[in-house]
């Protein structure tokens, strides 16, 4: 009697793949709302109180926090991960303007303000949101490719049985098992 088996270490890379599917959808959700943080007529701006600032070989990062009238949540910047009061760098210039008075303007979405951003950031944010996007996408991608040569192998390993062929494929093995009247002896 033939069967197919699982390799269980070809499956590795496929299981270490498959959990950037939610991630690249999480990050495609980011770059849609970074772009809505663009459009004046979607995105709102308010005044933000800089808790902190350090400088980095490019420039500034800050951390900053502002209140909207009528809740009283205190909103910060937000990390790739959804982790709260993340430093966000900022252009020198962007610092020099806002240093005095330790406030700086911020644009946020009005019906989530967790999405936020400061003006003056150093790189271009729709840019770092779309390559981070495109990134994940890659990994998607690849784990499709993964996807596809697992099925097609187990068709592969299907036909070597139908055959009573001993085959080895990525992710499946045709197997020979002993039958029970040879197990008996």
Known sequence: MFVVRPVLRHFALWLLLIPFILVELHIFDLFQQTLMLQDPTRARQTSATILDARAQNDGIDIRYTFQL???????????????????????????????????????????????????????????????????????????LAETFVMVRNFLAAQVAVERRRVERFRFWQSRRLPSPYEQRR
């Open 69 to 143: 009238s009528g809740d009283p949540t205190i909103y910060t910047a937000s990390s790739l991960l959804g982790s709260s009061n993340s430093w966000t760098p900022i252009t020198a210039q962007t610092w020099q303007q806002s240093s005095q008075q330790h406030r700086i303007t911020v644009t946020y979405l009005p019906q989530n303000p967790w999405i936020n951003q400061p003006d003056g950031t150093q790189s271009h944010p729709v840019a770092t949101s779309l390559l981070t996007w495109i990134v994940f996408v890659l990994f998607d991608l690849l784990g």
